[in-house]
Nanobody
Framework: QVQVVESGGGLVQAGGSLRLSCAAS????????VGWFRQAPGKERESVAA????????YYADSVKGRFTISRDNAKNTVALQMDSLKPEDTAVYYC?????????????????WGQGTQVTVSS
């Protein structure tokens, strides 16, 4: 069993930055792909970024490309999401999820372990 915990959310002004962190238990986490998803009020949960098990391949949604950076440190069992040039439309609850395969997916149903989420609010 893998437990996933997100941290780093908060309130920031437009144009600012936040760094989200995803920490997981279990040595097998380093073999898993990890995705970041977000869900705004009244909207469906959507994929934001994802990274494969060794960090050599990653994905970004068009809406965050060039502003967000996903990275991982398998020695520490952590995955980070650096968010720069934040916009009010980035406001959402952000979730970290792990997939028991090494290749990432953009489909939330293909992830097996989820954190409880962390709120990100960007004011205009």
């Amino acid at each position: 069993q893998v437990q996933v915990v997100e941290s780093g959310g908060g309130l920031v002004q437009a144009g600012g930055s936040l760094r989200l962190s995803c920490a997981a238990s279990g040595r097998t986490f380093r073999a898993y792909a990890v995705g970041w998803f977000r869900q705004a009020p009244g909207k469906e949960r959507e994929s934001v970024a994802a990274i494969n098990w060794n960090g050599f391949s990653s994905y970004y949604a068009d809406s965050v490309k060039g502003r967000f950076t996903i990275s991982r440190d398998n020695a520490k069992n952590t995955v980070a999401l650096q968010m720069d040039s934040l916009k009010p439309e980035d406001t959402a609850v952000y979730y970290c999820a792990a997939r028991t395969r090494g290749d990432y997916s953009t489909h939330l149903m293909e992830y097996d372990y989820w954190g409880q989420g962390t709120q990100v609010t960007v004011s205009s």
